[in-house]
């Protein structure tokens, strides 16, 4: 089959074509007021090179919009100098006059309160001994990404960041005695940080004695009780003993097979408010002495557990509870963002009626209106 020239030019050139023109780009990321913003809109058939162009609408104030050598995308650049939603439409037209739109909405929100680590010492430890301690930092946009800038952690203590992203676990069991001196550095979603400097003093085991157990659990009449109160620094065995008031009736106490602990168990059988001190005394003759009060109630206090449906859009960093007591006057009742759709409340008085409702917040702190309150009687 024979074709003439023209017939052969236009079988070369169609042959460049690809199917119809189409923006692939669906969706562009949200912003802030003064952080650097960057977005790709991409666009794929058709035959290049591609005009781009804003048809309707405008870019966030401060953005702008630049076609790359390829023209096969179209870059959206700049600080955003206004808070806003901002709705457009970006066209693309090929070389052989297919195009192709699509509408996008751009959120630029104010920067929120600067970002700071809010925890301003640390506690120290004891070789040996399992250590804990929490680094908290708000304000900025989450997610926050941790790290230790400068010096090192003490041997033995590890960093983990949380799930929500606001603070820094650090947790194990030191193995050396030492002053470690470090600094924690943290990172906002929007790029502010915030540097907090710490020393950590890791004691040998021969130190000053101490009962470091502050606090004891309340106990309920007829039901199990079970309390742990905890010593260190000296020389073991320690020896244990109630120094001065009486355990609640129904309690015993029993020193542990490490001599480092007093166990305090039984089932209460009488509702009141017992005062006691325990002593400690170390191997050497040092001793530590600490005051106690322990509640046994009539009955247990209940617990609402409450559960919700995940919110479905995107850059959920977490949730938020609210009770009312009239389902008018609201109070968020979680200190942090919860990263489950989870939550129980255990800070409720019997026979008191409450209501509950919850609230999802983005990764730049906007968040939702509350979902339909459930009321609660509580018996």
Not at 97 to 121: F, N, P
Not at 173 to 180: C, I, N, R, V
Request: some cysteine; overall charge positive; aromatic content about 8%.
């Amino acid at each position: 089959m024979k074709f003439s020239l023209f017939s052969f030019l236009l079988l070369l050139l169609g042959a460049r074509c690809f199917g119809a023109i189409a923006i692939t780009t669906t969706t562009l990321p949200n912003g802030t007021v003064g952080t650097a913003y960057s977005a790709v809109v991409k666009a794929s058939g058709g035959c290049t090179p591609y005009k781009w162009s804003i048809s309707s609408g405008a870019l966030p104030a401060g953005i702008t919009a630049k076609t790359p050598s390829t023209t096969t995308s179209l870059n959206l650049t700049g600080t955003p100098t206004t808070a806003g939603t901002d709705s457009f439409t970006v066209t693309v037209t090929g070389c052989g006059g297919g195009t192709s739109r699509v509408a996008y909405k751009a959120v630029i929100a104010t920067k929120s309160h600067t970002l700071s680590i809010t925890t301003t010492t640390l506690p120290n430890g004891t070789v040996g001994t399992a250590y804990s301690a929490v680094v908290k930092a708000s304000g900025g946009c989450t997610p926050y990404k941790w790290a230790i800038s400068s010096g090192a952690l003490p041997a033995g203590i590890s960093a983990k960041t949380s799930s929500n992203t606001t603070s820094l676990n650090l947790s194990g069991t030191p193995t050396a005695a030492s002053t470690d001196s470090f600094t924690v550095k943290v990172t906002g979603c929007g790029g502010g940080t915030s540097h907090v400097a710490y020393k950590a003093v890791i004691a040998t085991k021969s130190g000053t004695l101490s009962i470091t157990t502050t606090t004891l659990p309340n106990g309920t009449v007829g039901t199990a009780y079970s309390a742990v109160v905890k010593a260190s620094g000296g020389c073991t065995p320690y020896k244990w003993a109630i120094s001065s008031g009486a355990l609640p009736a129904g309690i015993n106490a029993k020193t542990s097979t490490t001599t480092t602990s007093l166990h305090l168990s039984g089932t209460p059988t009488t509702a009141g408010t017992d005062s006691f001190s325990v002593k400690v005394t170390g191997c050497g003759g040092g001793t530590s002495h600490v005051a106690y009060k322990a509640v046994i109630q009539k009955t247990a206090n209940h617990v609402v557990d409450l559960s919700w449906k995940a919110s479905t859009s995107s850059g959920i960093a977490g949730y938020n509870v609210y009770r009312s007591p009239d389902g008018a006057t609201w109070k968020k009742v979680n200190v942090s963002l919860i990263a489950s759709t989870l939550y129980s409340d255990s800070t409720i008085s019997n026979g008191s009626t409450y209501y509950y409702a919850a609230t999802a917040v983005d990764i730049h702190s906007h968040e939702s209106r509350k979902t339909a309150a459930v009321k609660v009687i509580v018996p």
